[in-house]
């Protein structure tokens, strides 16, 4: 994770990063009782700042506290207050460079016990240079022995703190053995995901993706990846289970993330995807992922907001 910007909103105001705590007898200490998602900021050579997909990522905020029944956050904030604090804090943190922004809603209530309905909630906002957990040329993966938790227990769908334990069980197993992520199967060994992003492959010209009932992050990233590559490039995407075994042979293999980007799969499981090289589709993705992130690309400019 790259250095934290100097001031963070928390509980309805702009404070110092180190003021921006939370009780150790909240339930979101004792219970990972908080959801989250991270979004970029793009700075551009005219110092212009675009975040990407804003709305998208709010939408998902609500969707997840929804789920698990945080209901207080859901009735106090609207979408136009929470833009309005992105503004703020970005001004206050002057943000020169690329950065990500981590929203996160807190029980913040302490004692309460196992329960999320009618408890206080806290916003809390920070940001961070954006450092991308994989890297641009490649990185290598290895099939987890730990299984991606199924909706029926804690649903990834929410993006939910105490569920993140799963990937980091899955993450640090991968990096143990040299690797650089994980590969997740669901509970039937299907593929599912990384520890934090999507997961696509290519084969025959078809871009394939695990369907969205596989215990996955919906990603806003593979969204927006599915969109462009049917709408705008013309390809055949078909969203469904994947063998493991489908990714050894695959031509291609990426990543789609906030903060993993889109990264080539070169290696899996001590295999090398294709000639271990970054494919055509991915590099062409890849570019127009950037680019559009930075407001250089003439498609879909709207997907941008000024922050
Ligand atoms: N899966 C998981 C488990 C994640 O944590 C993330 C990162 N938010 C993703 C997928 C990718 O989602 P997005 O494209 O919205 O960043």
């Known amino acids: 994770m790259g250095d934290v910007y100097e001031k963070a909103y928390f509980d309805n105001q702009i404070v110092s990063f180190s003021d921006a705590n939370l009780s150790i007898a909240s339930s979101a200490v004792l219970y990972g009782l908080s959801v989250y998602t991270v979004f970029p ?4 050579k005219n110092n212009e700042r675009f975040a990407f997909r804003l ?10 506290a929804k789920i698990i029944g945080m209901d207080t956050f859901i009735s106090q904030w609207r979408y136009e207050k929470f833009l309005h604090v992105v503004h703020e804090l970005v001004e206050a943190n002057n943000i020169e460079n690329d950065a990500y922004v981590r929203v996160s809603v807190h029980v913040n209530e302490n ?4 329960r999320s309905r009618g408890l206080k909630t806290t916003l809390s906002m920070f940001i961070y240079d954006a450092v991308p957990i994989l890297k641009p040329e490649g990185c290598r993966l290895k099939t987890s022995m730990w299984r991606r938790i199924p909706d ?6 929410a993006k939910v703190n105490g569920a993140y334990v799963n990937s980091v069980l899955a993450k640090q197993d991968a990096l143990d053995s040299g690797y650089d992520d994980c590969i997740f199967l669901d509970i039937n060994g299907h593929v599912c995901e990384l520890s934090a992003a999507n997961i696509f492959i290519v084969r025959d010209g078809v871009l394939i993706t695990p369907d969205s009932t596989s215990d996955l992050l919906e990603g806003i990233n593979r969204k927006s990846m599915i969109e462009i590559a049917r709408g705008d490039l013309g ?37 090398k995807i294709s000639n271990g090289q970054m494919g055509p589709v991915t590099k062409k993705l890849q570019k127009i992922h950037h680019d559009m992130r930075h407001g250089r690309h003439k498609l879909h400019k709207n997907w941008l907001t000024d922050v």
């Open 111 to 114: 004692i309460a016990g196992t």
């Open 235 to 271: 390809m055949e995407v078909v969203e469904r289970s994947i063998d493991l075994t489908e990714l050894y042979i695959a031509d291609e293999v990426f990543t789609t993330g906030t903060s993993a980007n889109i990264s080539p799969v070169l290696e899996v499981d001590a295999r």
């Open 41 to 44: 900021i793009s700075v551009t």
């Open 152 to 157: 029926s227990a804690i649903p990834s769908r």
């Open 55 to 64: 709305p998208q990522h709010y939408e998902r905020l609500v969707n997840s």
